[in-house]
């Protein structure tokens, strides 16, 4: 059963940039997609951005342009790069492994604990 460690949120003003990072415990990590995701309260969780193990990539269209995921396999980690973040990108944010080649809302595992991201003045 994969496991996944989410970090790297935090609170940060509006227009600022924040790079969170998701290391999965899983030995096939280069094989598989990722995603990360993000639950605001009292809203469902959604799809952010998704990345297959070839590096192509799906953005939600509210953080095209933004947001940047990307993947080093070598470190079993996932990336996403958040530039220009507004109010309502605050959430908690999760990564997950893609169920196959799907690059949309398809999560395999168990969720982690995600990292808080604020964004405020």
């Known amino acids: 059963q994969v496991q996944l460690v989410e970090s790297g949120g935090g609170l940060v003003q509006p227009g600022g940039s924040l790079r969170l990072s998701c290391v999965a415990s899983?030995?096939?990590?280069?094989?598989?997609?990722m995603g990360w995701y993000r639950q605001a309260p009292g809203q469902q969780r959604e799809l952010v951005a998704a990345i297959s193990r070839g590096g192509t990539t799906n953005y939600a269209d509210s953080v095209k342009g933004r947001f940047t995921i990307s993947r080093d396999n070598a470190k079993k980690t996932v990336y996403l790069q958040m530039n220009s973040l507004k109010p309502e990108d605050t959430a908690v944010y999760y990564c997950?492994?893609?169920?196959?080649?799907?690059?949309?809302?398809?999560?395999?595992?168990?969720w982690g604990q995600g990292t808080q991201v604020t964004v405020s003045s």
């Open positions: 899983e030995i096939f990590f280069s094989i598989t997609g």
């Open positions: 997950n492994r893609q169920v196959g080649s799907s690059l949309g809302y398809s999560p395999s595992s168990p």
